[in-house]
């Protein structure tokens, strides 16, 4: 079975949500985030802070580029869709599912939320980043989930309908 990559914004849920399903599917779970730090020792905010996003950014092109094609779920980073390089390996090699969450809903999630560098920036700049990302999750998906108020075995089930029908 092709692996699933879970796409969508920072605090859509996608690591909830990609355990869960493993779990379901009886599929190995892995986070592209967790792969850059376990390889380069240190934490995405000293990454970003000691190397920049540009580096950061490469690394992720990298760790996306060694995923298993198949039998796993795997939790992408919200901005892996930026590179049109990444997109186009996302579309070509997994089945891509797109958490799509509104950015009200994103703004409760991560309210006081520091661990992520490109939340920790004025308002209009992180719903700027949001409305620019949007096209571009939609571009590479496979299949749209809406999340809204479902519990996370709900959206599980959806997933793996989702799967059923292709
Ligand atoms: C990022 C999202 C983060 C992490 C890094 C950059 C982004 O992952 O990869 O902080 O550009 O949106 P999550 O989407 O899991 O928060």
Redesign the pocket.
């Known amino acids: 079975m092709k692996s699933i990559c879970l796409i ?5 849920g ?2 909830t949500i990609g355990e869960a399903v493993a779990k379901k599917l009886d599929l190995t779970f892995l ?3 967790s792969e ?1 730090e376990k390889w380069r020792e240190f934490d ?2 000293t990454i ?1 802070e000691t190397e920049g ?1 540009g580096r ?1 950014r490469e690394y ?1 092109t990298q760790v996306l580029k060694k995923l298993p094609f198949q039998s796993a779920v795997i ?6 869709i ?1 590179k049109e390089e990444n997109r186009k390996w996302l579309s070509e090699h997994f089945f891509v599912v797109y958490l799509q969450t509104s950015f009200d809903v994103i703004q409760q999630r991560l309210d006081g939320d520091e ?5 920790n920036q004025e308002l209009e700049k992180k719903e700027k ?1 949001y409305k620019e ?1 949007k096209p571009k999750y939609i571009e590479c998906a496979d299949f749209i989930l809406n999340i809204r108020k479902q519990s996370v075995s709900e959206v599980v089930d959806q997933i793996v309908s989702g799967i059923k029908q292709i």
């Not at 939790?75 to 892996?80: D, E, M």
């Not at 661990?115 to 939340?119: A, N």
Request: glycine share 20%; aromatic share 12%; charged share 25%.
């Open positions: 969508g914004f920072m605090g859509s996608k690591t986070d592209t985030d850059i995405i905010p970003f996003e950061f992720e939790a992408t980073g919200g901005g892996i930026e661990g992520r560098p490109l939340w980043l990302r």
